[in-house]
Each structure stands twice: as structure tokens, then as C-alpha cells.
């Protein structure tokens, strides 16, 4: 297990890295900067998903294309 703090995690773009801050009652999250659009919880995921691995230096492998 890895501690990762969550803060900005669902206001910053987990393709470009661009921060807004948004209220909580949005659930989509649309990035100005480069136009990713996702559903809130996910980036959030995602971006804490890169902080823990990028920390350790892991690797995880994809999951296999259906």
C-alpha cells in the first residue's frame, strides 16, 4: 500500500497536469487546457495512481485489449 495525499487530485488533468478548481457538485471534469473530458472520480484515480507509481517506480502492466 502507498500513502498518497488527495488533495488537487480531482481538480488537476491526469493528461496535461493543468489544475482548476471546481466545486464538488460537478461530476464531469472538462480541462480548459487540453480538452480532456472524465468523469471526476476517475481522474482523480488516475492521477493518484501516477503519484504512487511514480514515487516507487513501479511498473503496471495494462490490461489486455479486448
Known sequence: MVKVP??????????CGHRQPMPLS?????CSACGLVIERDHNASLNILEQAV?????????????
Open 6 to 15: 488527495p488533495a488537487y487530485t480531482s481538480q488537476t488533468c491526469s493528461a
Open 54 to 66: 511514480g514515487r516507487h517506480g513501479c511498473v503496471i502492466p495494462q490490461a489486455p485489449a479486448l
Open 26 to 30: 460537478v461530476r464531469l471534469y472538462e
